[in-house]
């Protein structure tokens, strides 16, 4: 069996550890790129969400990626959820905040208001919507 020096031994040590930790310094050091630049999150009844089928209430569901905080919302069969005249809301979570949103679609019976922005509580650029028309956001 071969020996190496302690001396040998400490520099392939060094040379390892530079080596790691230039490797792990770089596998953060850049920001995540992909090859799509936009893609379209549908809530709809194909994914109802699940927070309650007897009365009002508040959760979060996760689809494509986001986190949705439902509150004072409701299972609706048919539907992606009910949200109580007034003072249901359907949001995204603050730890998946949505960026450079281009448009929305929203088909809903009743009345509904957009707010944007990094608080959209209570009236944030407030917009009322119509039911199946596109809204498009200009920056």
């Not at 009002?56 to 004072?72: H, L, M, Q, V, W």
């Not at 944007?116 to 498009?136: E, R």
Request: glycine share 6%; proline share 3%.
């Amino acid at each position: 069996m071969a020996h190496i020096s302690k001396k040998a031994f400490l520099f392939l040590n060094l040379v390892f550890f530079v080596c790691l930790a230039l490797f792990a310094s770089n596998q953060f050091a850049h920001p995540v790129t992909g090859e799509t630049t936009s893609y379209t999150v549908t809530l709809d009844s194909t994914n109802p969400a699940t927070i309650s089928t007897s009365s009002y209430g508040n959760g979060s569901e996760n689809y494509r990626y986001i986190t949705f905080d439902y509150a004072n919302a409701m299972d609706s069969s048919g539907y992606h959820t009910r949200l109580k005249a007034t003072t249901g809301t359907l949001s995204n979570n603050a730890s998946t905040q949505i960026t450079s949103i281009t448009k929305i679609t929203a088909v809903f019976s009743g009345a509904l208001t957009l707010t944007t922005g990094d608080i959209a509580l209570p009236t944030t650029n407030s917009q009322p919507l119509s039911s199946g028309v596109q809204v498009t956001f200009t920056s």
